[in-house]
């Protein structure tokens, strides 16, 4: 068979077509589950992104872990309470328990603290149900239903900080964490980690 | 007329390496009084680019006065500009089994020329005897 010009011309016209409309097909865009990855994680600069939280709290869970006062406590595991923690942030849509449950797993695991999840936190308790069952008890064996006994408590505040430079946008986020000795009122722990995006635009991978 | 056009280019190109990199200079003690506890260690190097920007230097292990196990790794920067990488240490128990921790989070890291740094982390539990370092490019 000879090909002619026009016969030739279509026949491109409709390979690319068909070219198109595979590749079309099979980049559908489409949203699917991804893990947390460091290639494909989405960063912005507008605001914290959970990777942020999480990469922060294994930082002071870690320096936790690490510090030889916290090594030290003779008490294992100690009772820890958390309190609210302050978040100076634009990022109205920003939960602290998304920064402090990783922290407090890593010490529950460590065997070293054990968290009171009855104790109350704005006057609302973590485990109502738990803690009414705990005032009973206490109640009925003689003893204060309302005393606490925590060892530590845990406390934090989270800062943001904006900059820019022309088109190159800089957003910090400051988290600092303090755990204290309940019965003198001291900190035996203290400590600070910094999270910095900066870019023209967000972007896939950090 | 060419030899000045590839001197004009030579130069060039030296003063925009001297402007774009910054490496480190460092001073320690000659002979550290510290006593490292090293560890044997296995690599498997798939990226030659990430290879240059954090090579592992040393390896060392401590524990914590109540027996978490503490490993150090020291990584250095093969090349005159500052570069970033992202780096995460998961842990093992005795029988090789993964133990699941927040610990084990993806963290960003920058290191500039020539620098030396340590990449430390703790073990979460007394059961974590073992770890594996990951390190990958950043984008």
């Known amino acids: 068979m000879i090909f002619t010009k026009p016969i ?27 893990n947390t990855d460091p290639k494909i994680d989405i960063t912005s600069l507008t605001g914290i992104d959970p990777k942020d939280l999480e990469s922060a709290a294994s930082q002071l869970a870690d320096s936790m872990l690490r510090s030889p006062e916290v090594a030290s406590i003779q008490k294992k595991p100690a ?21 402090i449950k990783p922290v407090v797993q890593v010490l529950m695991k460590s065997q070293r603290f054990r968290e009171d999840t009855t104790s109350l936190w704005n006057d609302v308790s973590q485990d109502r149900r738990a803690l009414e069952l705990k005032r009973k008890k206490r109640y009925l064996s003689g003893q204060d239903p309302t005393d606490d006994t925590a060892d530590y408590s845990l406390s934090g ?21 303090t755990l204290t000795e309940i019965s003198s009122g001291l900190a035996i722990w203290d400590d600070q980690v ?3 995006k900066q870019g023209t635009k967000a972007s896939v991978g950090f | 007329m060419r030899s ?14 001297g402007i774009g990199c910054r490496s480190m200079n460092t001073v320690e003690r000659e002979n550290p009084i510290g006593v490292p506890d090293p560890v044997a260690d296995k690599r498997i190097e798939t990226d030659s680019g990430l290879r240059d920007i954090a090579r592992v230097v040393s390896v060392r292990q401590a524990t914590t006065p ?74």
């Open chain 2, 66 to 139: 109540d027996g978490l196990l503490l490993i150090q790794v020291q990584v250095m920067n093969k090349r005159f500009s500052a570069e970033r990488f992202n780096y995460m240490f998961e842990w093992f128990d005795q029988n090789g089994m993964a133990v699941r921790t927040p610990l084990s989070e993806w963290r960003a890291q920058q290191i500039g020329g020539k620098e030396v740094i340590a990449l430390i982390a703790t073990a979460p539990d007394a059961t974590a005897k073992d770890f594996r370092l990951k390190l990958i490019d950043a984008k």
């Open chain 1, 194 to 196: 910094r999270i910095t």
């Open chain 1, 79 to 99: 009772i820890l309470v958390i309190n609210p923690f302050i978040a100076d942030v634009d990022d109205s849509d920003f939960d602290t328990g998304v920064l």
């Open chain 1, 8 to 34: 030739v011309g279509s026949f491109a016209a409709v390979l690319f077509s068909s070219a198109v409309l595979g590749v079309g097909a099979g980049c559908g865009g489409g949203g699917a589950q991804v």
């Open chain 2, 4 to 17: 000045a056009s590839i001197g004009l280019l030579v130069t060039m190109w030296m003063a925009g390496a």
């Open chain 1, 157 to 177: 505040k989270i800062i943001d900080s904006y900059q820019r430079a022309g088109n190159v946008r800089q957003v910090s986020y400051i988290f600092q964490m």
